[in-house]
Nanobody, 120 residues
Framework: QVQLVESGGGLMQAGGSLRLSCAAP????TGWFRQPPGKEREFVAA????????SYADSVKGRFTISKDNAKNTVYLQMNSLKPEDTAVYYC?????????????????WGQGTQVTVSS
C-alpha cells in the first residue's frame, strides 16, 4: 500500500507564494489535483516518474511549477502569484503507470489533502 503525505498548505495573501510537498514513491507518476469549495476536483499539474515530462492546467501555467527530488522521494508544487481562486484542498496522487497524467482515474493512490487558502 502506497501512502502519500502532503504538506505545505496554509493561508496566504493574493500575490504570495506557497510550496506544497508530497512524499511519494520513486517510480510513480505524480499529480496534484485540487477541489475548490463547492466544486468538483480538478487537475493542477503532473510529473512523470523520471521528471522528464510535466503537464499543467491552463489556469496555473506560468504561475505553478511541479518538480521532484527522486533522492528524497518528494514531489513539489511551487505556487507563485497566488489568486483567491486558487483556494482549495490540494491532493497529491500517484500512478503506477509512471506518466504525467491529467485525469484522476489514471491515479492509483491519493493523499489526504492539504488546505490552501488565498485571501484577497
Amino acid at each position: 500500500q502506497v501512502q502519500l503525505v502532503e504538506s505545505g498548505g496554509g493561508l496566504m495573501q493574493a500575490g504570495g507564494s506557497l510550496r506544497l510537498s508530497c512524499a511519494a514513491p520513486g517510480r510513480y507518476g505524480t499529480g496534484w489535483f485540487r477541489q475548490p469549495p463547492g466544486k468538483e476536483r480538478e487537475f493542477v499539474a503532473a510529473i512523470s516518474w523520471t521528471g522528464a515530462t510535466t503537464s499543467y492546467a491552463d489556469s496555473v501555467k506560468g504561475r505553478f511549477t511541479i518538480s521532484k527530488d527522486n533522492a528524497k522521494n518528494t514531489v513539489y508544487l511551487q505556487m507563485n502569484s497566488l489568486k483567491p481562486e486558487d483556494t482549495a484542498v490540494y491532493y497529491c496522487a500517484a500512478s503506477s503507470g509512471g506518466g504525467a497524467y491529467i485525469r484522476g482515474y489514471e491515479y492509483d493512490y491519493w493523499g489526504q489533502g492539504t488546505q490552501v487558502t488565498v485571501s484577497s
